[in-house]
């Protein structure tokens, strides 16, 4: 068998999801909201199930979506993208981003990476032969450096995939990081795929900047999105790629490959959501960020040195200073069995050099479940 794959373990994601469910715990791992997800967008998906087209769409993804993107984009980050040659519809951010790394890297190609990463990536830009340049962000802050980027870039590099906001570290990156980061992949012609999945979950009147509205950046990157992450709907598995024509056009040849399509009335659904007025989003990060003041200042009382989170569902705890002596990784097995309360070891999202010290909690939940699982940590770091 292909040893890419075989010899990969099963996501932690699914693992601790698992641990969670044998264990009967809550599950505070995985990235999901307990919250159903706005109604009116779920209705608009049901009536397009019952009255609408459920045959295949085309393969870009339907007009009205793409149009969608295109006007959500302008209006959110004055991006002029043309909807029919520069949007992409793919069936989530994961195969957007495989289609993306398939349709740039090449055997040999360089590819710089900054851990922590999300763990689809590595497995991809292997299988497609490049050789991944890891990049380590340190804690607390987790930015990037003109040093640490001196490193790994060369004239061998094609690529750099970068992920902004930040999933685990829930790092927003402000515009001085992105100036950097186009520097280098202007000076040594890179293209850079950006996992901006989590674009809309940003807070404290933070604002999300895209990479390819960095000057020097509109033709060289592929800008990656999420449906599921924007509205609280993660099992829809609705993706975009924006590029320019020359690269979209390759990644399209990917996509037609893996998947085709995606479901006709879930991109009618999407279209419609994505035209929301500005309040809608303003209030889910509103909302968000109160559930994350309320596990932040619960984890705080009861002594975990918590990580500030300036977006995504996440907040992240450092152990090190706690004299624990145990891993991330036994520190979560631990509380998922003794506590009952899952979350997910930052050291899974690295290759080689992890910090091993650092633990995500996810807080997208309603109040009840967040105090449930507090009150079941409540002597978690006293043993
Ligand atoms: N990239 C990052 C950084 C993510 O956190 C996720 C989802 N957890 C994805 C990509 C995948 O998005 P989707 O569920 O739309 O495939």
Redesign the pocket.
């Known amino acids: 068998m292909n040893q890419v794959f075989a010899g990969l373990p099963v996501t932690v994601f699914e693992a601790m999801s698992q641990l969670a469910r044998d264990n009967n715990a809550i599950n505070l791992g995985q990235?999901f909201p307990d919250a159903p997800g706005p109604e009116d967008i779920r209705r608009a998906a049901a009536d397009a199930v019952v009255d609408g087209y459920n045959q295949y769409p085309s393969m870009m993804g339907i007009p009205e979506l793409r149009q969608a993107i295109a006007t959500h984009y302008a209006h959110w980050h004055g991006l002029n993208l043309d909807p029919m040659t520069e949007v992409m519809v793919t069936s989530?951010?994961?195969?957007a981003?495989t289609s993306s790394l398939l349709a740039v890297i090449e055997p040999g190609d360089e590819v710089v990476l900054f851990q922590p990463m999300?763990d689809?990536y590595l497995p991809i830009i292997r299988q497609a032969g490049g050789i991944p340049r890891l990049v380590r962000l340190q804690p607390p802050g987790w930015r990037l450096n003109e040093e640490m980027l001196r490193e790994v870039f060369s004239h061998k590099t094609k690529a750099v995939v970068f992920?902004n906001p930040l999933?685990p570290a829930a790092v927003v990156y402000p515009r001085e990081d992105l100036e950097l980061l186009a520097r280098f992949c202007q000076e040594f012609d890179a293209i850079a795929i950006c996992?901006e999945?989590?674009e809309h979950i940003v807070f404290d009147g933070r604002e999300h900047i895209p990479l390819i509205a960095i000057p020097g950046m509109r033709d060289r990157t592929l800008k990656i999105g999420?449906a599921?992450?924007i509205f609280g709907l993660?099992g829809w598995?609705i993706?975009f790629v924006c590029a320019a024509p020359p690269l979209l056009r390759v990644a399209a040849k990917v996509h037609q490959f893996l998947t085709f399509t995606t479901a006709p009335n879930l991109q009618v659904a999407v279209a419609y959501g994505l035209g929301k007025p500005d309040a809608f989003f303003h209030g889910m990060r509103s909302e968000l960020a109160r559930s994350r003041d309320r596990l932040t200042a619960g984890l705080t009382s009861l002594g975990f040195p918590v990580l500030p989170s300036q977006g995504t569902y996440f907040l992240t705890v450092d152990l090190s200073a706690l004299g624990l002596n145990e891993t991330d990784e036994a520190f979560c097995r631990r509380i998922v069995t003794e506590h009952k309360v899952a979350a997910i070891p930052v050291s899974a999202f690295y290759e080689v050099n992890a910090v091993t010290s650092v633990v995500r909690f996810c807080f997208s939940k309603n109040d009840a479940t967040l105090d449930a699982a507090l009150e079941r940590l409540s002597d978690a770091i006293h043993r």
Do not use: F, Q, R
Not at 92 to 95: I, K, R, S, Y
């Open positions: 990235g989530g951010g994961t195969e981003l999300y689809s992920n999933n996992d999945v989590w999420s599921g992450k993660t598995k993706g």
